[in-house]
T-cell receptor, first 114, second 111 residues
């Protein structure tokens, strides 16, 4: 079974530029998550989708971050404009349902904002 | 949201020894999960313990949960160099089973 795919794996941008990350979850997984992991910390949930609807985006900085999951499969996360403090690894995860089971994580995208 | 705390922040042991990591969490949970993260395999789920369970085993892993103290511990027995990684506890709470991760324990197992 193929795992969660993410691209790009690395991205370096200047502050105030825009960037987008892509995630393809495991086939059949209805729930998709985006996390931000700053160096030395645990992952922090940014947004949770159930199919193509948003379940939780309470920690998404909506003035600069946006995410969508068209057709309930792939998802993109965008930052516009980026700030220095956005430097982090962005992890995508998926699972069959949100109800108390493990999440499967992709390899992440390491973003450096200069 | 507030992250829970793992203790210790870093742990260095010899191969064959046992490693114990502790986790304190903040909210009422549906379950508590432990994940491992290393550069080779990314973030991987290890074990899940439900709020009505007190202890669970999986291979060389043993997890305990004390809901009265809002704490959990992960024991890895007979450690191997390949166990070197960061270990995170994650509390799952709310109607959408949202995961809130702790800050992690960096475990180094020396050959």
């Amino acid at each position: 079974e193929a795992g969660v795919a993410q691209s790009p794996r690395y991205k370096i941008i200047e502050k105030r530029q825009s960037v987008a990350f892509w995630c393809n979850p495991i086939s059949g997984h209805a729930t998709l998550y985006w996390y931000q992991q700053i160096l030395g910390q645990g992952p922090k949930l940014l947004i949770q989708f159930q199919n193509n609807g948003v379940v939780d985006d309470s920690q998404l900085p909506k003035d600069r971050f946006s995410a969508e999951r068209l057709k309930g499969v792939d998802s993109t996360l965008k930052i516009q404009p980026a700030k220095l403090e956005d430097s982090a690894v962005y992890l995508c995860a998926s699972n069959l349902l949100a109800g108390g089971i493990e999440q499967f994580f992709g390899p992440g995208t390491r973003l450096t904002v200069l | 949201s507030q992250q829970g705390e793992e203790d210790p922040q870093a742990l260095s042991i010899q191969e064959g020894e046992n490693a114990t990591m502790n986790c304190s969490y903040k909210t009422s949970i549906n379950n508590l999960q432990w994940y491992r993260q290393n550069s080779g395999r990314g973030l991987v789920h290890l074990i899940l313990i439900r709020s009505n369970e007190r202890e669970k085993h999986s291979g060389r892993l043993r997890v305990t949960l004390d809901t009265s103290k809002k704490s959990s511990s992960l024991l890895i027995t007979a450690s191997r160099a390949a166990d070197t990684a960061s270990y995170f506890c994650a509390e799952s709470g709310g109607s959408n089973y949202k995961l809130t991760f702790g800050k992690g324990t960096l475990l180094t197992v020396n050959p």
